[in-house]
């Protein structure tokens, strides 16, 4: 069992950063791929990123790439999402979720937070 709580969204202005967090609870939290979701209002969930249970590994979406950072700290039991230069499009409610591989679907992904509102403001 595995319990993810996210935290770190909030407003910005276009063009600014922000870095999400998702505390993991659980003592085989290494053994589990993190993803980060987005959905926005009307939209289904999207794919942002994910990272191996090592951390040695790591997939983005192309809308994504080269602006945002996924890392992970398992003696922590945490993992990271650094976004800059966020677009007003990318306004949305932010998940991070573990799931048994590094997969862009969400159906892949066990467990789930609760979600992280990111504004970005034009």
């Known amino acids: 069992q595995v319990q993810l709580v996210e935290s770190g969204g909030g407003l910005v202005q276009a063009g600014g950063s922000l870095r999400l967090s998702c505390a993991a609870s659980?003592?085989?939290?290494?053994?589990?791929?993190v993803g980060w979701f987005r959905q926005a209002p009307g939209k289904e969930r999207e794919f942002v990123a994910t990272i191996s249970g090592s951390g040695g590994s790591s997939t983005y979406a192309d809308s994504v790439k080269g602006r945002f950072t996924i890392s992970r700290d398992n003696a922590k039991n945490t993992v990271t999402l650094q976004m800059t230069t966020l677009k007003p499009a990318e306004t949305a409610v932010y998940y991070c979720a573990a799931g048994l591989r590094m997969m862009p679907t969400p159906s892949w992904y066990r467990y789930w937070g609760q979600g992280t509102q990111v504004t970005v403001s034009s």
């Open positions: 659980g003592r085989t939290f290494s053994s589990y791929a």
